[in-house]
């Protein structure tokens, strides 16, 4: 057995609101690896509809790993949603035309790049994901949070703003698991190894290397 197929899109029997995300993506725009699941209460096809603002002239990618849990209601808030801080007035004239077109001639609005989630990444109900963040390797995201910044690998963090709650491992645990990326193993490997991956024991889970 090498666990479920990752080119299904529903992998549990019978049940169609938890599905292989990647399997589903219709949006260039939006990398996903593989086993990344989604679990929505009403329609898995609601993911695409919580990645907002995600227009293509603004050309930012949402990009997503391998072995992510993302829950029902979490939102991406994309590029597009931005508007000039540093101007008298954040009101987007030029998008309305009618004489305003040239509003933001010679301006730009503020692009804070691509959103990156890492592996392995849990994201707790309802949380929302603003544009540019960078969410390390093994996070952990609180139902709620509102995430405004990069979050380290292998830590928790919530509230709004996201802020630090724990770190999941020792420093030194983290350093070797971002050694290790068993996500990248192949998958007959993860599938031999799953008791160790699913326990806390670092030093038998480096001995299989």
């Not at 994309?78 to 998008?95: E, R």
């Not at 990444?121 to 929302?128: E, F, K, L």
């Not at 190894?193 to 001995?207: F, H, M, R, V």
Request: net charge negative; charged share 25%.
């Amino acid at each position: 057995m090498t666990g479920p197929d990752k080119h299904t899109k529903f992998p549990l029997a019978n049940y169609e609101r938890l599905c292989f995300l990647k399997n589903i993506i219709t949006n260039p725009n939006i990398i996903v690896g593989d086993y990344t699941y989604y679990d929505d209460f009403e329609d898995v096809q609601n993911f695409e509809k919580n990645v907002k603002y995600h227009f293509d002239f603004t050309g930012d990618k949402l990009i997503i790993g391998k072995f992510c849990m993302i829950a029902s209601g979490v939102s991406f808030i994309m590029n597009g949603a931005n508007h000039l801080t540093d101007a008298f007035s954040t009101y987007p004239f030029a998008i309305f035309g009618k004489g305003w077109e040239n509003a933001m001639e010679g301006r730009e609005y503020p692009h804070k790049g691509d959103l990156i989630i890492g592996n392995d990444v849990w994201i707790g109900h309802n949380a929302t994901i603003m544009a540019g963040v960078k969410i390390g390797d093994g996070a952990i995201i609180a139902t709620n949070a509102t995430v405004v910044k990069d979050v380290p690998p292998y830590t928790v963090v919530g509230g709004n703003p996201a802020k630090e709650i724990k770190k999941r491992f020792a420093d030194e645990v983290i350093e070797e698991l971002l050694k290790l990326k068993w996500w990248d193993w192949e998958v007959e490997k993860i599938t031999k190894y799953l008791q160790a991956l699913t326990g806390n024991d670092i030093e038998k889970l480096k001995s299989i290397i």
